[in-house]
């Protein structure tokens, strides 16, 4: 396995038309930070802080977050580390807040979880921006909210940084160089509102695990509808397409962290509709670098739309073929 990740590592991902695409990877431990250099990923697509918060028996305290986020960007070196805030609740379930949880949420991948949650537990929000602030002190910072679900939620969690970024200015205290926020897009509600929300955003990433799960109503957890609806299906792909275009000339930097991306097929679907930045398991980097190199957008894109179009055409089976014709 070590070797297969060394020998795809300096791979550049350019297509066959020299269009770079970026290729991250996903993380959430300490440990993950080694396959950074392992594989080669552009950086850190999605480092999800809730596992700090599962793996603990009472809340994180702030110096042991701080400690974490930092020893996270000193691995990361010049690479981006896009860090998630807590996404606990729902199925995540941690025990400080257990009770409280199960009380509530009969449903709970649409309970009472992420940002829903922080934002009604503020000191928690509060104790992991002030983490993150102090961590990335003299470097970027990359923040993402999770399950955004209406513009004013993105604004309201980022009202906590800003509180937190006075705080440490009046104490004259080293700042991050630069902060970008991002969303995620994850609920599909949000992307009706995308006109009110990109102007807020340098980045927003879509969260096809969660989408999708709540695209088709299937509990992306329950393995008797795990067959049943493919992510090759043009409804997500339409919607996916479309958001990709409600954003052309926003300036934001849009990609994809959800598991599709890892995948050959939907890799390739996503960049036929035009994602330019996929944020991935570490296991696929090297592959998808691969991929990349032996497509030609152009006709990619072109084929891409020929079959959006016609929605009584097997996506999944034409992909394998225009693949397989190209022995990509
Ligand atoms: C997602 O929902 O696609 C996502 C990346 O977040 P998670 O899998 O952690 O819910
Ligand atoms: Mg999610």
């Not at 009770?99 to 934002?119: T, Y």
């Not at 275009?245 to 995948?263: K, L, P, T």
Request: proline share 5%; hydrophobic share 45%; with cysteine.
């Amino acid at each position: 396995k070590q070797a297969a990740y060394a020998s795809l590592r300096d791979v550049e991902p350019f297509t066959r038309c020299g269009t770079r695409i970026q290729v991250m990877m996903n993380a959430g431990l300490r440990d993950d930070m080694s396959m950074l250099a392992m594989t080669g990923a552009d950086g850190v697509g999605l480092f999800r802080t809730e596992f700090q918060f599962l793996v603990s028996a009472t809340l994180p305290q702030r110096e042991r977050q701080t400690r974490l986020y930092r020893d996270v960007l000193d691995a990361a070196g010049d690479k981006p580390v896009i860090f998630r805030t807590v996404d606990i609740g729902g199925d995540k379930s941690v025990p400080y807040l257990a009770s409280e949880v199960a009380e509530h949420d009969e449903n709970p991948a649409m309970g009472w979880r992420a940002l829903r949650l922080a934002l009604e537990r503020e000191g928690l929000m509060k104790v992991q921006a002030r983490s993150l602030l102090e961590a990335a002190a003299g470097r970027s910072l990359y923040v993402m909210f999770p399950m955004v679900s209406e513009p004013w939620e993105f604004d309201a969690a980022k009202a906590v940084f800003d509180e937190q970024l006075a705080y440490l200015r009046t104490k004259k205290r080293l700042l991050p160089e630069r902060i970008h926020f991002g969303a995620m897009l994850e609920v599909p509600a949000l992307a009706e509102m995308l006109d009110v929300l990109l102007p807020k955003l340098s980045f927003l990433s879509i969260g096809t695990n969660d989408l999708t799960q709540f695209l088709f109503a299937a509990d992306r957890a329950n393995p008797k509808l795990a067959e049943r609806y493919d992510w090759l299906s043009p409804s997500i792909l339409r919607f996916l397409r479309r958001v990709m275009q409600s954003s052309i000339g926003s300036g934001v930097d849009i990609g994809v962290c959800g598991e599709m991306g890892g995948r050959r097929l939907e890799a390739l679907a996503l960049m036929g509709i035009g994602y330019r930045r996929l944020s991935i398991t570490p296991a696929a980097v090297g592959p998808i670098k691969e991929l990349v190199r032996k497509v030609d957008l152009a006709e990619l894109t072109a084929a891409m739309a020929d079959w959006l179009a016609d929605p009584q055409r097997n996506l999944r089976a034409e992909l394998a073929a225009w693949a397989a014709e190209r022995n990509i």
